[in-house]
């Protein structure tokens, strides 16, 4: 079918540059080649290209041997794994031994397929062949698409922050409990980050794994959503009202490879999509992913989506382990061919400036920061949402019409350790949200800093924290006495610390009832008076 197609394309896109060649090239063919005719191809000197080429190509399945090729490309095998442009790992089949030196390969029949009828659709994107739609007569913008997504996903990320008077639907607030990024308050414990509907139900606050989220970069955090619905496979599609819906990994990967065909701006028919991908909309519609009007009565939506800029680049579009990536990459341009195939690097029909304006609008999310060698951090921002991050693990000084200035504390970032937050997030999100002035710095922050927050950490993972009970027996206890009492403390395993002079006799106790009552009763043993 059609999903097959994009599919296809979108494999073909993640591969290295040499083994996108030699699948082009091997699509004229139904003959095994022998591999040294593919080493022909090459200059002197590649075979270490040549032979990761070959091994993405086999893992991938891409490429079988003759004694595999039944003419079905779907060969059973054992498991193994392949890595997409920007991180995502799939999971493929494919036989485990060794390839002999010198031997034949042939192109996946299926593939070989899939790819041509690719090659030669003349539907440029996804969907809009299905089902003709009327034109919109008041089309949203490229940029109020982006800043509809951003402002949704801010809320999002205000509720996880414990933000006042932020409601958030069941749906989100159960994809935040389910993957951990917030959890339930235990009775007792005081956070002064708690959400609490209005109706007095369950509390809920972030958790460690909810901070180093919210301290990750927009398309980080939105590729982390997007893994949560692929993990969820062979879980039942059906949800309880307002619940998080489950969907087979197969249903959303070939939802977001046909998402990043998507162009921003233009509307995509709802109809042409199935049961499950209709399901799968309605939630990403939710998170503010996708833009869709309601209609005029407030409650129906409209017959058709517009994908924001986040969502076509989703798959695609960034690279977890590239700090430099701080935008998303256009779909088309990220596919690298040899100039000898002639193909063309986009196909889009995007110019220079229209790109330049999409990855401006995708990353409104950006705050730009400087940091200084006294350590005062000043912030380009208004978005409360970035007033609060910032708070985490610095004290906000002075707020300003167009910026904020904080302070790197010790005692504001001791707190944030206390929470679950490393120096490394904090060094990440601030590099990563460096003002551009800054990137041209051989250190975009200053050393000192560095240096001191990584002292700071190590300060605590070094000097252990313990609630304790101090008491004093003053100078009547005899050293004799008081020796006793410690021993039978530390046997007792409820002794933090003690402490013998002429003047005064001490120890520290855990805060626990059941450590007092030792306490008590070995001084009554003793009598040594307090």
Known sequence: GDTALWTTRAVLQSLPPLAQHYAVRLLCTEDP???????????????????????????????????????????????????????????????????????????????????????????????????????????????????????????????????????????????????????????????????????????????????????????????????????????????????????????????????????????????????????????????????????????????????????CNLVFGFREDDPSSSGPVPMRSTMTTAPSLGLAASASGDDPSSMKSRLEVANLSAVPIIVQTNYQVVAYTTNELHFRILGLFSELKTILPNAVVALLTRAAFMEALRIGITAQQVIRFLESNAHPETRSRTSIIPDTVKEQLALWEQEQQRVKFSPGILVDFGSSCDEE????????????????????????????VHSDPESAAVLERVRRELGVEN
Not at 483 to 488: D, F, V
């Open 33 to 311: 080649v022998p591999e040294d005719t593919l080493l022909s191809w090459l200059k002197p000197g590649s075979r270490e290209a040549h032979d990761a080429a070959m091994e993405r190509l086999l893992s991938l399945r891409i490429l079988l041997s003759p004694s595999e090729d039944d003419g079905s490309g779907r060969l059973p095998g054992t498991q193994s794994s392949a890595t997409l442009v920007n991180g995502t790992t799939l999971s493929i089949r494919r036989r485990k031994r060794p390839r002999p030196q010198g031997s034949s390969v042939v192109l996946n029949p299926h593939f070989r397929r899939t790819l041509s009828a690719s090659l030669y659709t003349p539907h440029e994107v996804p969907w809009r062949h299905r089902k003709k739609l009327k034109a919109d007569p008041a089309p949203p913008q490229a940029e109020e698409i982006d800043e509809h997504m951003h402002s949704r996903w801010d809320q999002v990320l205000k509720f996880l922050v414990g933000a006042p008077k932020v409601e958030m639907s069941e749906k989100v607030e159960s994809f935040l409990l389910r993957t951990n990024l917030m959890v339930p308050v235990a009775p007792g414990d005081i956070n002064e980050v708690d959400s609490e509907d209005e109706e007095g139900g369950e509390r809920i606050r972030i958790s460690p794994r909810g901070y180093e989220f919210l301290l990750q970069d927009i398309h980080v955090q939105m590729w982390r959503f997007a893994q949560e619905y692929i993990s969820g496979a062979g879980a039942s599609v059906d949800a309880t009202p307002g619940g998080l819906r489950h969907f087979s990994a197969e249903t959303v990967l070939k939802f977001l490879f046909q998402l990043s065909y998507c162009r921003v701006g233009e509307d995509y028919p709802v109809d042409a999509l199935s049961h499950e991908e209709q399901l799968l909309l309605d939630d990403f519609v939710e998170f503010g992913f996708i833009y869709r009007r309601k209609r005029s009565d407030g409650q129906s939506f409209s017959s058709r989506f517009y994908p924001s800029s986040v969502a």
């Open 481 to 508: 006495d008081f020796a006793a009492l410690t021993a039978q403390l530390s046997e007792n395993s409820v002794l933090l610390w003690s402490r013998s002079s002429a003047e005064s006799k001490s120890v520290v």
